[in-house]
């Protein structure tokens, strides 16, 4: 009877462990993934700003037009590089997270 005691704390300091470990992982991912969301924030205000001030400068309809295109056209292809960036760095979070309660779940297979 001891033993299964025993056993239950060795398991449960052992998930405590693992899962002090994965809050650890989980902490640092998503500090990245806070750095790089900020950094595109800043990246995409500036943009929108400096284009805003182009627009206030275009002397015709038409080269506003062209400064607008360009715009949506680079925010466009930034958001889809920007949204693959994080994706990526989600997926390495989850598996980051999963990764020290690998044994605990083969154990239990």
Do not use: H, R
Request: glycine residues 6%; hydrophobic residues 40%; without cysteine.
């Amino acid at each position: 009877m001891t033993t299964m005691f025993e056993d239950a704390g060795v398991y449960g300091k052992e998930f405590v462990d693992k899962g002090l470990k994965s809050f650890a992982s989980v902490s640092k991912a998503a500090q990245a993934i806070v750095t790089e969301a900020t950094d595109y924030t800043k990246k995409s205000y500036e943009a929108g700003a400096a284009t805003f001030e182009k627009l206030f400068a275009a002397k015709s309809l038409e080269s506003a037009v062209e400064i607008q295109t360009d715009f949506a056209k680079k925010a466009y292809e930034g958001f889809v590089a920007e949204s693959s960036k994080l994706s990526g760095l989600y997926a390495d979070m989850a598996k980051e997270a999963y990764k020290p309660f690998e044994s605990i779940v083969a154990k239990a297979k």
